[in-house]
């Protein structure tokens, strides 16, 4: 996920890339809270960071998608006229 985000560098405007990207961010630190708690050593509190951070990763990519997704229709539009 992190190098699918970091690919939309210069593809996709500045804003949807940085908050995808950001996303993509928070989701591998979630994932890496998951593996710590697991293998590693207990977090304290870990199901309230894992989950914090999951569900602000999954709402900045889903930010960053409309925005791009804004972003194409106004350009579609300026086009037309």
Known sequence: MFL???NR???VPARSFGLVFGGAVLFVL?????????FVEKVPYSGLFVMSTYIAAQSL?????LHQMNSECIASAT???
């Open 9 to 11: 560098k210069d593809r």
């Open 61 to 65: 990519i889903m930010y960053g998608i």
């Open 30 to 38: 979630s994932d890496c809270l998951i593996a710590i708690s697991q």
């Open 79 to 81: 086009e037309q006229l």
């Open 4 to 6: 699918s985000a970091l």
